[in-house]
């Protein structure tokens, strides 16, 4: 992906009124791109539904084609593979590798291409700019599970060779959410039983574990850090639909609270949230559960609990069931507008907190200590955020700016929103629906 900033396509957001209404989570985009993935691991038919309708997920969908699936669209969040005939010369071309060079999300087919077919190739990767993602989990893994790495100069490719894998103990460097599910891909055809510990619990790998069951896959453990994998000879069919996106969840509990909207979310799977809520509660925030729908009253203010003892509140994240770190932007956002102060730490990432500039700019009161830390004081809405100009530096930061400018006076103009629409699905007509004054320019 080049990441020569895109001038040409913005938003520009006239801010400051409140919007009311309902709004409907997409499908989660993280476990979209675990569980297209596995389509891969049967020839048999596999149905997925609630897929987002996004630009990471729909180029996901795009290179399965090209590799050879038959891919039918049965709604416009609904769609059946069928991995039959897959074309392994594909990922020698020039074309695979423009295509999944640009994709974070392409790593995740290699797990079940090793498992099936004993060979891969990668380019390196690109995607977020945000620190250092290291993709060395999966190949760490993959290296136990018995699979060997080459990497080719001259065309940037990993080729992989896995034409025998057999189950191992693996404890992971980190409890990557990717790695794990790239890694539990893999072993479920090998020989033998893989235990992973210090495996990732998120929602989605436990929805991708149940859906490789209903394949006929074994593994147990399923919501814990120790899974173990029971390899068996094939997998077959099955249909899967995947759950709301929480990071979707927590921003639009975030923009009522900043907006002071009342708003409605809907069918959020409460229970699959973890401390989603929780953490807006302590920033001040009222809501409650009318069965599984998410209500939150128009607040004129709100206000950051303090610890027990009276200290300042800390949100961090950390591996789930902890907060998760692409909602951590969201919350920094809303505490501007909150009464009292909040401490902000980013542990799992670097240089995610970068964008506090903008918002400096537009009024807010923050101090950026280093680059994990930022503390917030907030304003109380005794001063309301102005409107500017400005760029969205990634996927997370961009939607954190969009609910400053709904909240800012007068009018924003937010460029390179490709990043925004790479996670989130017509996200201008979706808040248009709220009464936001939003246009692209």
Known sequence: MNHELNMTNAFEI????????????????????????????????????????????????????????????LAPDTYSFESKNIDLDFFKS????????????????????????????????????????????????????GAQFNYDPSNGFFNVDASNLKGTYILLDEASVTGTANIVMAAVLAKGITTIYNAACEPYLQQLCKMLNRMGAKISGIGSNLLSIEGVAELGGTEHRLLPDMIEIGSFIGLAAMTESEITIKDVHYKELGMIPDVFKR???????????????????????????????????????????????????????????????????????????????????????????????????????????????????????LIAALSAKGKSTIYNIEQIERGYQHIDKRLIALGANIKRI
């Open 14 to 73: 006239i801010g400051g009124t409140p919007l009311k209404g309902e709004i409907v989570p997409q499908g989660a985009k993280n476990e979209a791109l675990q569980v297209l993935s596995a389509v891969l691991l049967t020839s048999e038919k596999i149905t997925i539904s609630n897929i987002p309708d996004i630009k990471d997920v729909n180029k996901l969908i795009e290179l399965l084609g090209d590799m050879g699936v038959k891919v039918e669209k």
């Open 94 to 145: 020039d074309a695979f590798k423009e295509k999944g060079g640009g994709l974070r999300g392409s790593i995740m087919i290699v797990g079940p291409l090793l498992a099936r077919f004993g060979k891969a190739a990668i380019p390196k990767p690109g995607g977020d700019k945000i620190g250092r993602r290291r993709l060395d989990t999966h190949f760490l893994g993959f290296e136990k599970l």
């Open 283 to 401: 920033l001040g925030i009222q809501m409650e559960l009318r069965g599984d729908d998410i209500f939150i009253p128009a607040q004129k203010h709100y206000e950051i609990d303090t610890f027990i003892d009276g200290s300042i509140m800390t949100i961090a994240d950390a591996p789930w069931p902890g907060f998760t770190p692409d909602l951590l932007s969201i919350c920094l956002v809303v505490a501007i507008q909150a009464k009292g102060s909040v401490l902000i730490h980013q542990k799992m990432f670097e240089s995610r907190l970068f964008f506090v500039d903008k918002l400096l700019d537009m009024g807010a009161q923050i101090i950026l200590c280093d680059p994990h830390r930022a503390t917030v004081i907030g304003l109380d809405k005794q001063v309301q955020l102005r409107g500017i100009s400005m760029t969205s530096p990634d996927i997370r930061a961009g939607v954190a700016l």
